[in-house]
């Protein structure tokens, strides 16, 4: 099992051009979570999907767009690049929300110019 | 004030040496999390714990519930536990965890 994948691994932007962040788990999970990673910060959540055909913000939606394609699949979209968006991303999966453990992917580094 | 609350933010210590890593906390709980990041970047679930106490090889980690505080304790420590260690609540009613900045831990040959 691969676990929890993330591609790419490093992307780098120009502001306002747009991309997606691609997420898939093979464990059968029922929750996908996408994180952002910033220096002094904790993790904080951007959106979350705890089922197939589900999404809800998280603390730091704006800016961000989810699909929950299917089971496995769980992309981030960024519209419209800023700078502030430069950050390590991670997406996570869960089999019942968060009171189950967190399988993280190995994460996406984006530096937008 | 930040939810979580993680110290020290940095420790180094000599191989060996029992470590501490403390969490504060200042919501109602359902469980808390203990993770580690490597220094690559990849993140790892060592612990979920709601009361009391688990241990995982030279690793332990406490929940003291109604003083809203978990410790994380290493016996031995070796230069690969070195890592930054990161502490996460789930709030009564809440399907979402609150990260704590985490602890830098050095560990000297």
């Known amino acids: 099992n691969a676990g929890v994948t993330q591609t790419p691994k490093f992307q780098v932007l120009k502001t306002g051009q747009s991309m997606t962040l691609q997420c898939a788990q093979d464990?059968?999970?029922?929750?996908m979570y996408w994180y952002r990673q910033d220096p002094g910060m904790g993790l904080r959540l951007i959106y979350y999907?705890?089922?197939?055909?589900?999404?809800d913000k998280g603390e730091v939606p704006n800016g961000y767009n989810v699909s929950r394609l299917n089971k496995r699949e769980f992309s981030l979209r960024l519209e419209s690049a800023a700078p502030s968006q430069t950050s390590v991303y991670f997406c996570?999966?869960?089999?019942?929300?968060?009171?189950?453990?967190?399988?993280f992917g190995p994460g996406t580094r984006l530096l937008v110019l | 004030k930040n939810e979580v609350e993680q110290s020290p933010q940095n420790l180094t210590a000599q191989e060996g040496e029992f470590i501490t890593i403390n969490c504060s906390y200042s919501?109602?709980?359902?469980?808390l999390h203990w993770l580690q990041q490597h220094p690559g970047g990849g993140i790892v679930s060592l612990f979920m714990?709601?009361?009391g106490k688990k241990k995982h090889g030279r690793l332990i980690a406490t929940i003291n519930i109604q003083e809203k505080h978990s410790s994380l304790h290493i016996t031995a420590s070796h230069p690969r536990d070195s890592a930054v260690y990161i502490c996460?609540?789930?709030?009564?009613?809440?399907?979402?965890?609150?990260f704590g900045t985490g602890t830098r831990l050095t560990i000297i040959p």
């Open positions: 996570a999966s869960s089999e019942v929300r968060a009171v189950e453990t967190q399988y």
């Open positions: 999907s705890a089922s197939e055909g589900t999404t």
């Open positions: 464990m059968n999970h029922n929750s």
């Open positions: 919501v109602g709980i359902s469980a």
């Open positions: 714990l709601s009361s």
């Open positions: 996460a609540v789930r709030g009564r009613g809440n399907e979402k965890l609150t």
